[in-house]
C-alpha cells in the first residue's frame, strides 16, 4: 500500500510538470507569433472554438478558473474583439459566450504554432506511446472522480 501510495503521489507530481513544460512551450508559440493573448485567454478561445454560446459557468468550469478570474479573461477578449457575451433567452441572469468572427480567424492562425507543438512532441514519444498514456490518465481520472 505504502509503495503504491508513493509512486501515485510521484504520478501526480510529475503531470504536474508536465503540464508547466506545456503551458511554458505555448507560451514560447505564443510570443514568437506575437498572439498578445496570455496562457489562460488561449484557454478560453480553444473551448469556444469548440462550442460556441457556453455559459461563463461551464466555460470557468472547463479551463479550471474562478468566475472572477473567467470575467477578467473575457473581458480582455472583448477588447480584442474576439470574443462577445449574450444574454441566455432562457434564463437573462447567464451570459452565453460566443466566438467572433475576427476571434475565428485569430485561433486558426494561432493554431497552426499550436499543432506545431503537438505534432513535434508526438513524433518524438509515438503515437502507440500518446495512445496508451492518454489512455492511462483517462484512467487516472476516473479513479480521482470516485475517490
Given amino acids: ?81 474576439y470574443v462577445y457575451r449574450l444574454e441566455n433567452p432562457s434564463d437573462r441572469r447567464n451570459k452565453q459566450v460566443f466566438l467572433s468572427e475576427e476571434g475565428s480567424l485569430f485561433y486558426k492562425r494561432i493554431s497552426i504554432a499550436l499543432d506545431a507543438i503537438y505534432e513535434s512532441a508526438g513524433v518524438a514519444i509515438g503515437l502507440e506511446k500518446v495512445k496508451s498514456m492518454s489512455a492511462d490518465l483517462k484512467l487516472t481520472g476516473d479513479v480521482l472522480e470516485k475517490v
Fill in 1 to 81: 500500500m505504502e509503495k503504491e501510495s508513493a509512486a501515485f503521489r510521484e504520478l501526480m507530481l510529475q503531470l504536474f510538470r508536465t503540464r508547466m513544460t506545456f503551458r511554458r512551450a505555448v507560451q514560447r508559440a505564443l510570443k514568437k507569433t506575437e498572439a498578445g493573448i496570455t496562457f489562460e485567454m488561449l484557454q478560453v478561445l480553444r473551448c469556444l472554438w469548440e462550442e460556441q454560446g457556453i455559459s461563463q459557468q461551464v466555460l470557468a468550469e472547463r479551463i479550471a478558473k474562478g468566475k472572477a478570474a473567467l470575467s477578467n479573461l473575457i473581458m480582455n477578449l472583448e477588447k480584442k474583439n
